[in-house]
């Protein structure tokens, strides 16, 4: 089966300070099949570590709306923040993206969302994310588990690193895919592996953060 990291950040985010490079060293070092690097908003980070690692490497994106974050796989063209989700989710049907929800319950962060208008944009994405190694709470992760059974949708988990010793905390286990159809056929029979992340690795993200501030 194929070890896949969903969520991960690379300095491209603006609260990461991890070299691209260093993650694909990180990636082949855990023994990670493949990794969607999904920075804020941009697609740059992805593409500079697709051209050290292509078999490795899938472009993502976490892309902020109006109502919350969404996460792709499979991106051939960025997409900018702050458009609705419909027209975010629209203009990654286009270009034929694999279409997740980040942390969709997460009340702690700016990209969590409200449980309507989750239920608004449910029937155009692939699956949700119903464990995110960050999540301070276990319930924000719960809810969304419980979320996607009663709605059969398909979930995805990830580790959400920002900095490169984080990847691999949680991972999928899926049959050999190798484009976005094929993830979507493959997604329901995957295999989660899944660790929390302390508070404290937060602290990386919030320096990285502040040192690119100032």
């Avoid at 603006?14 to 990670?32: E, H």
């Avoid at 949700?128 to 949708?153: G, Y």
């Avoid at 995957?190 to 502040?210: C, N």
Wanted: hydrophobic share 40%; net charge neutral.
């Amino acid at each position: 089966m194929t070890s896949t990291e969903f969520h991960c950040h690379t300095r491209a985010s603006t609260d990461s300070l991890t070299r691209p490079v260093d993650l694909v060293a990180m990636a082949r070092r855990k023994g990670i099949d493949r990794v969607i690097i999904t920075d804020h908003n941009s697609i740059s980070g992805a593409r500079e570590a697709q051209m050290i690692a292509p078999e490795l490497i899938i472009v993502g994106e976490e892309i902020m709306t109006t109502q919350g974050e969404i996460l792709a796989a499979f991106v051939a063209e960025e997409i900018p923040a702050y458009l609705t989700p419909q027209e975010t989710i629209r203009r990654l049907k286009e270009q034929g993206a694999f279409i997740s929800v980040s942390h969709p319950f997460d009340e702690f962060r700016k990209g969590g969302w409200k449980e309507s208008e989750l239920l608004e944009i449910l029937p155009y994405v692939d699956a949700i994310e119903v464990f995110n190694s960050r999540c301070v709470l276990p319930r924000f992760n719960r809810k969304a588990d419980l979320f996607a059974q009663k709605h059969n949708i398909a979930g995805t988990v990830g580790s959400d690193a920002h900095a490169a010793f984080e990847l691999g905390r949680s991972i999928m286990l899926l049959d050999q895919f190798s484009g976005a159809d094929e993830m979507r056929e493959v997604i329901r029979k995957g295999i989660p592996k899944v660790k929390w992340s302390p508070p404290w690795f937060h602290l990386s993200s919030r320096y990285a953060s502040m040192i690119k501030k100032f």
